[in-house]
C-alpha cells in the first residue's frame, strides 16, 4: 500500500465485543445521548424546509413580476444621460418610450399604406395602447418606406408593443413581419426602444420554466451516475429546490418593496447559483456522510460526525463566496450592485439548507438513502474509498510533482496570449437577443431607408444663450445627420436647425399666421432649451456611442452645465460605468479571498499560491473565450460587465474547491505531514470536488437556453473555467504544487504542520 495511504483507520467493534466500553467512551457504534430528541428536532427541521419551499414556491413565477430590463433604471444618479433626464422630463409631461414602425415596400410605398399606418394609429390610440400621439407617416427618400413613431407608455412597454405587433397583422395580413419572408413585397417591423425592449422581455420569459427545468435534469443525471441511487438525488435536489424557493421569496420581498432591484441577468445568475450552490455544498455532506457510515453503525453518529467535518470547510467557503458578492455593493451600476445581496441571499440559503435539511434527512433515512449500494461497516470497506483512479493519480502527483506542476502552468499561461482578444467594450442593443428579433430586423430595414438614429435622438439640454454655438459645434460633427429644438410654436412639437445654428419653420407649418410666428422660439425651462440630435448611425450602435462622446466633447467647453442624453448615451454611460466597476471589484474580491484564506489555512504563502493559480485559471478561461467567441461563433463583442461577472463566480466558487481541498490537506497534514497529507487530501476530495465541479459547471451552462448573448458569455466562460479548475487546477496543479513546496507552504505558521 502506498505510504501516502497508510492513514490511521477507527476500526469497528468485533462481533464477539459486547460493547461496554464503546458506550462508555462513545466509540463507533455507541448511540448518541439524546437520539430520540435528536430525531426530533430533524423531523422538525424536515416540515420546516418542506413549509418554506411550499410558501417560496408560488414565488418563482412571480419574480419576473418585479424585475425590469430598462437600462437607464440601473445607471447612478451622477451619470450624465441620468441627470440629463431628469431635465428633459421637464420639457413634457409625457412619458413615453418611441415604437418605430417601420413599413417596406421594394414596389414604392403607396398612398394606402400611409392611409393604413394613419387608420393603425388611431386605432391604437382609440384603444388606450399610446402614451402620446403618434407622428405622421413619413416617407424615406428613394420612396420605398414609411416611418412611423408611436409613443408608448415606460411602464407597459412589452405588452404596448404585442398590442401594436397584432394590430399590424390585421392591418397588414398580406405582410411579413418579425423576419419572416412570405414571399411579399410588403413588409412592416416594429423597432426602436420600445421594440428591443419587447424582443428582451420575451427572451426572459423562458427564464422562469425552462432554465430550471433543464437546470434540474442536468444535476439529476449527473447525480443519478455518482451515486447509482435513485433516492440520494431526489433528496439533494429538494434542497436546491427550498435553498431556492427560500431565496426567491426573500428577494421578490425587497424587490417588492424597491429596495433590490432586479434584471432578467440577476434572476437567471440567482436560479443556476443557488442551485448549482447547493448542490455542491450538499455533495461535501453526502461524502462525509457516507465516509462516517463505513466506521459508524449508528446513523445519527455519523450524520453528527459528518456535521462537524464539513460545516467549517462549508462556512468558510460560503462565506468568501458572500463576502466577494458583497463587495459589488461598492459598484455604481445598479443592476451589478444588486447582484451583491441578490446571489448573496441565495448562498446563505444554500449553506442553511445544506447543513440542516440535507443532515437531517440522511440521519433519519440513514444507509437506504444510498440503496441499492449501500455503505456497510468494515475494515475493507473502509479501505474502498482510499484506492481506485484517486490513488492512482495521488501515486502519479508524488512521482514527479515539479514537472507536473509547473508543465500544466505552462499549458494554462498559453491562452493568457488571447485574452486580450477579448472585447469587452459593449454591443449594440440590437445584439442582445440571440436568434430571432423583429426589432433587429425592423432597425436594419430602418437603417437602410431612413438616418440610422431616427427616431431615436440625442437630446441636448443647453442654455438658451448658447443654442446657436452649440448647433453650430455639433453640426460639423461627422455622424450627425440633423437637428431640431422643442418649441411649443410648432404643430410638430420641434422646429428644424440648421447646421449653422438658426432655426426654421418644420415644412408642415405651411405659411405663418397671425398665430404663428414664421421662426418658431425654443421652448425654455429656466433658461434652457433642448436640441434634438438625429445620428447616421443606429441608436444602438456603438458609432452611435462614439458620436455621442464627440458631442459631449463639443458642447461642453461652450456650456459647463450642458447635458447629453436620450438612448444612445444611457448606453455609452451603461458601458462607460460598467468598465469602472470591473476595474474597482476585481481587485477588491481579490484581497477579500486572500485575506480569508489566510484566516483558514493559517498560513501567508499557501493562499497567495492559491489564488494566483485561480487568477491563472480565470485568464485561461478568458483567453479560450476570446478565441471561441471572436473565431468560432463570430460575435462581435461582449458587455463590459461579462468580464466582472465571470470573475466573480469563477473565482469566487474556484476558492470553494481550494477550502474544500486545502482544509481537508491541512487536516490530514497535521498528523502525517505535508507531502503525505495533501496526498492524502486528494484521495479523500478528489471525486467530490470533481462531482461538485461537473454539477456546477452543467447548472451554468443551463444559462445558455435564454436567448441573451449576456447569459451565453456568461455560460460558456464559467461552465469552462470550472471544469478546468476542478478536473485540472484542483486535482492536479494544487496537489503537484503543495506536494513540491512541502512544509514550506504552510509559513509563516507551519510549527504545528510534522516534518516530512
Known sequence: ????????????????????????????????????????????????????????????????????????????????????????????????????????????????????????????????????????????????????????SSETTAEDVESIRTAIADAFPNSSDGGTDSGTAVSVHVTGPAGFAADLTEAFAGIDGILLLVAFIAVFVILVIVYRSPLLPVIVLFTSVAALAASIFVVWHLADAEIL????????ILFILVVGATTDYSLLVVARFRDALLTERDRVRAGLSALKGVLEPI???????????????????????????VAAIGIVMAILAALTFLPAALMVIGRAVFWPFQPKVGPASAATGRKGVWGRIAGVVAK????????????????????????????????????????????????????GGSGSPTQVVVSDDELESAAKAIGELDGVESMSVRTEDSPSGTATVTDDGKIEAAPSQGPPTGNTPSTPAPTTVDGQVLLEVTLS?????????????????????????????????????????????????????????TVILVLLLRSLLAPLLLVALTVLSFGTALGVSALVFNHIIGFDG?????????????????????????????????????????????????????????????????????????????????????????????????????????RAVWWPWRKRIPRD
Request: glycine fraction near 8%; aromatic fraction near 6%.
Open 1 to 152: 500500500m502506498p505510504h501516502f495511504l497508510l492513514t490511521r483507520t477507527p476500526q469497528p467493534p468485533r462481533p464477539d465485543d459486547d460493547g461496554t466500553a464503546e458506550r462508555s467512551a462513545g466509540g463507533p457504534g455507541t448511540p448518541v445521548r439524546g437520539r430520540r430528541s435528536l430525531i426530533a428536532l430533524f423531523a422538525i427541521l424536515l416540515v420546516a424546509w418542506v413549509g418554506i419551499a411550499g410558501v417560496g414556491g408560488p414565488y418563482f413565477g412571480k419574480i419576473s413580476d418585479v424585475a425590469t430590463n430598462d437600462r437607464s433604471t440601473f445607471l447612478p444618479e451622477s451619470a450624465e444621460s441620468t441627470r440629463a433626464q431628469e431635465m428633459i422630463d421637464r420639457f413634457s409631461e409625457d412619458d413615453y418610450v418611441p415604437a418605430i414602425v417601420v413599413l417596406e415596400d421594394s414596389d414604392g410605398v403607396t398612398d394606402d399604406d400611409s392611409s393604413t399606418l394613419k387608420d393603425l394609429a388611431t386605432t391604437l390610440d382609440d384603444d388606450g395602447v399610446l402614451a402620446a400621439d403618434a407622428s405622421p407617416a413619413i416617407p424615406s427618400e428613394d420612396g420605398e418606406a414609411l416611418e412611423l413613431i408611436l409613443p408608448v
Open 261 to 268: 432591484l432586479v434584471n432578467g441577468q440577476v434572476q437567471g
Open 315 to 341: 462556512l468558510a467557503s460560503g462565506g468568501t463566496v458572500i463576502a466577494s458578492l458583497l463587495v459589488l455593493l461598492l459598484t455604481d451600476l445598479a443592476s451589478t450592485r444588486a447582484l451583491g445581496p
Open 400 to 451: 514527479r510533482p515539479r514537472v507536473i506542476w509547473i508543465g500544466l502552468v505552462i499549458l494554462l499561461a498559453l491562452p493568457l496570449l488571447a485574452a486580450p482578444q477579448f472585447k469587452a467594450s459593449g454591443v449594440a442593443q440590437s445584439e442582445f437577443v440571440l436568434g430571432e428579433s423583429e426589432a433587429r430586423d425592423g432597425q436594419d430595414v430602418l437603417a437602410a431607408h431612413f438616418p
Open 537 to 593: 448611425d443606429a441608436a444602438d450602435s456603438l458609432a452611435a456611442e462614439e458620436t455621442v462622446t464627440d458631442i459631449r466633447d463639443a458642447v461642453h467647453p461652450l456650456d459647463g452645465e450642458a447635458l447629453v442624453g436620450g438612448e444612445t448615451a444611457v448606453d455609452l454611460d451603461t458601458n462607460t460605468t460598467a468598465e469602472a466597476d470591473r476595474s474597482l471589484a476585481i481587485p477588491l474580491i481579490l484581497l477579500v479571498i
Open 638 to 742: 461582449a458587455d463590459p460587465s461579462v468580464p466582472l461577472y465571470a470573475f466573480v463566480f469563477l473565482v469566487a466558487l474556484g476558492i470553494d474547491y481550494n477550502i474544500f481541498l486545502m482544509s481537508r490537506v491541512r487536516e490530514e497534514s497535521l498528523r502525517l505531514g505535508t507531502r503525505r497529507g495533501v496526498l492524502a487530501g486528494l484521495v479523500a476530495t478528489g471525486g467530490v470536488i470533481t462531482s461538485a465541479g461537473v454539477v456546477l459547471a452543467a447548472t451554468f451552462a443551463a444559462l445558455a437556453v435564454i436567448p441573451i448573448m449576456f447569459l451565453f458569455q456568461l455560460a460558456f466562460i464559467v461552465t469552462f473555467g470550472v471544469l478546468l479548475d476542478a478536473i485540472l487546477v484542483r486535482s492536479l496543479v494544487v496537489p503537484a504544487l503543495v506536494h513540491d513546496v512541502g
